[in-house]
């Protein structure tokens, strides 16, 4: 690219950082600039093509900062930014949204018209930094916050990106050490058939009984279980557990008919080839009839990866597995779209159920997606009833089964259990 590597860069950097600290009227920023989805450049195009798009970016972006300025590159497609004499940091603002916007023009590279877009982190400079590795970690951090934002934006740092990113470090070694000493726990909340009112089955739900924090919701620590790959363990110890749960109820409980056990599945686990594999292994392991067990997959989560889910559909049927929808009416499917997977439930999300009794319209939604559902042959859960109104409503509008806290929150195996034994209906 001809632009300063690291070394020329932190040396410019430690320069700043005394300037300020001995002359107050000095000002400088560090913008952390990390190109979107260049990857998918090298895979596709090569990366003798990419090579060519970061030389291209390299001498835009050096085209249009001022000339005592300085752009290095730290490798990859990262870029590093160190702007002088800056003023206040709206100036530092409006030049990232100028760099954005020059880089939104298209590439024309041998015959490739290829679009790009940046994700920028921005750390004013302050007497309070006293190393240049200071400034790249803050910077780094702010275009982290701009990438989980949506990308193609700026963030300017704060000390509460900082506590966030320390929080999360933390997080993720404490989930690293309760995955390898056992600190998690399935919790079971029953779903329960409208016909009768009776309890026709469980979903099956991970908790994280941390140490000093207590009951940690999956919502706390899911995303970052997928994102470092934590989630196979975690949702292969849910699968064997809720099986082995499952079957032994079935045998406690033979009266109890259906019965069925269901368990959710992520996006990483959902592209996972041996998804299959690991179903089956279990469900010999324990015992447990495939016909017993449901997965659930949002809704969301199939219209993202249609190909593997197509392709892990068809093998767990197979297995005698159903296959539930959840969160149904947030992904922006159609019945249509879904009809041409093997599913057998929907589960109508929580937001359409909740307010049934205050919004008509909500009523009728839910009354059009089990007429329609039922048409194609697909059962309907619904999750979230909390009211009895909510309850009488779903049994008019021909709703197989429902969940919620008017029947329980989840709860334990044993307390599960002790619900099973009583045989309460609603």
Known sequence: TGLPNGTLLKKRLSRAIEQAK???????AVLFLDLDRFKNVNDSLGHSIGDLLLKEIAHRLRSNVQREDMVARLGGDEFVLLLE??????????????LQSVLRTPF???????????????VMGSPAYDEPEELLRDADTAMYHAKESGKARHAVFSTTMRTRAI???RLETDLRR???????????????????GRVS??????????????????????????????IFPLGLFVLREACRQAALWRSRFPEHRPLTMSVNVSVAQLAHPNLADLVAETLEETGLDGRDLALEITESTIMRNEEAASAAFSQLKQLGVRIYVDDFGTGHSSLASLHRYPVDALKIDRSFVGRMGAEGQRADVVHTIATLAHQLGMGIIAEGVGTLEQLEQLREMGCDSAQGYLFSRP??????????????SW
């Open 22 to 28: 001995h002359n107050p009227g000095y000002t400088f």
């Open 201 to 230: 089955g469980f979903e099956a739900l991970l908790r994280w009984q941390h140490p000093e924090r207590g009951l940690v919701a999956p919502g706390n620590f899911i995303p970052l279980a997928e994102e470092t790959g934590l």
């Open 167 to 169: 929080s999360l470090l």
């Open 85 to 98: 004499n800056v003023g206040e940091s709206e100036n530092v603002a409006e030049v990232a949204q100028r």
């Open 178 to 196: 309760a995955v390898e000493q056992g600190e998690f726990a399935v919790y079971y909340q029953p779903v329960v058939w409208m016909a009768s």
């Open 108 to 122: 024309k590279l041998y015959g490739h018209e290829l679009f790009t877009t940046a994700s920028i982190g921005v």
């Open 411 to 424: 709860v334990t195996s044993e307390a599960a259990e002790a619900i099973l034994a009583a045989g309460p």
